[in-house]
T-cell receptor, first 113, second 112 residues
Framework: DAGITQSPRYKITETGRQVTLMCHQT?????MFWYRQDLGHGLRLIYY???????DKGEVPDGYVVSRSKTENFPLTLESATRSQTSVYFC????????????FGQGTRLTVV | KQEVTQIPAALSVPEGENLVLNCSFT??????LQWFRQDPGKGLTSLLL???SQREQTSGRLNASLDKSSGRSTLYIAASQPGDSATYLC???????????WGAGTKLIIKP
C-alpha cells in the first residue's frame, strides 16, 4: 500500500527495555521525521533525516537512536525505555524542497511501565 | 526560540457557522506556515501550506491567511459541518533549520 506506515500501533514495554518503532514510506521521500506528542507539550521533533545515512537531532533527542540505511525506512530505537518516554510517536515524510507538505503515519502509542 | 500559540484550546459551534481558528508565532523568520488536521487516534493530515511570501491559500471551504509582520495566521472554515470536528494544528517551518515548530492545537467540535 502506498503511503507511510508505522508499526506497531500500540506497544507496552517495561522500564529499561530496548524498543524499536518502525516507519516505512513508499514515496521515496528524501526527508523523514520522528515526533512525539504529549499533552501539554504538543508535537516535538526527536530526530530527522534528509536522506539515507544522514540524520540529525531535533528538539528532544536524548534517549533515542535512529538509523536510515534505506530511503524508505526510518526506525526509532529507545535504548533503555523510561516512563517519561510514554507518548504517542509519529513518523512523517516529505519530498525535496522546503515548501512540500509533510505526510504522517498513524502513530504508535507507547506505554512504558 | 520560536513559540507557536493557538487560542482557544477548544471551540464548539453549531453546524453551518463560519469560524476562524487562530495561530500566533513569535519569530517572523519563517519559511512557511502549515495547517494540519488531526482526528482522534489518527495521524495528521496536511490542509494548507502558506509560503512566507504568500498572504493566503485556499482549499475548498478552507482559507488560511498569513501576516508575518504581526506573527499571525488564521484558518477560516466556511459553512462548518460535523465532519470538520477534529483538532487543528498550525506549525511554522523555520528558516534556520528544517524543523516544524508546532502549536498545541485547537479542538473543534461542530454540533449537528
Amino acid at each position: 500500500d502506498a503511503g507511510i506506515t508505522q508499526s506497531p500501533r500500540y506497544k507496552i514495554t517495561e522500564t529499561g527495555r530496548q524498543v524499536t518503532l518502525m516507519c516505512h514510506q513508499t514515496w521515496s521521500h528524501s526527508y523523514m521525521f520522528w515526533y512525539r506528542q504529549d499533552l501539554g507539550h504538543g508535537l516535538r521533533l526527536i530526530y530527522y533525516s534528509a536522506a539515507a545515512d544522514i540524520t540529525d537531532k531535533g528538539e528532544v533527542p536524548d534517549g533515542y537512536v535512529v538509523s536510515r540505511s534505506k530511503t524508505e525506512n526510518f526506525p526509532l530505537t529507545l535504548e533503555s525505555a523510561t516512563r517519561s518516554q510514554t507518548s504517542v510517536y509519529f513518523c512523517a515524510s516529505s519530498g525535496d524542497g522546503m515548501n512540500t507538505e509533510a505526510f504522517f503515519g498513524q502513530g504508535t502509542r507507547l506505554t512504558v511501565v | 526560540k520560536q513559540e507557536v500559540t493557538q487560542i482557544p484550546a477548544a471551540l464548539s459551534v453549531p453546524e453551518g457557522e463560519n469560524l476562524v481558528l487562530n495561530c500566533s508565532f513569535t519569530d517572523s523568520a519563517i519559511y512557511n506556515l502549515q495547517w494540519f488536521r488531526q482526528d482522534p487516534g489518527k495521524g495528521l493530515t496536511s490542509l494548507l501550506l502558506i509560503q512566507s511570501s504568500q498572504r493566503e491559500q485556499t482549499s475548498g471551504r478552507l482559507n488560511a491567511s498569513l501576516d508575518k509582520s504581526s506573527g499571525r495566521s488564521t484558518l477560516y472554515i466556511a459553512a462548518s459541518q460535523p465532519g470538520d470536528s477534529a483538532t487543528y494544528l498550525c506549525a511554522t517551518l523555520m528558516d534556520s533549520n528544517y524543523q516544524l515548530i508546532w502549536g498545541a492545537g485547537t479542538k473543534l467540535i461542530i454540533k449537528p
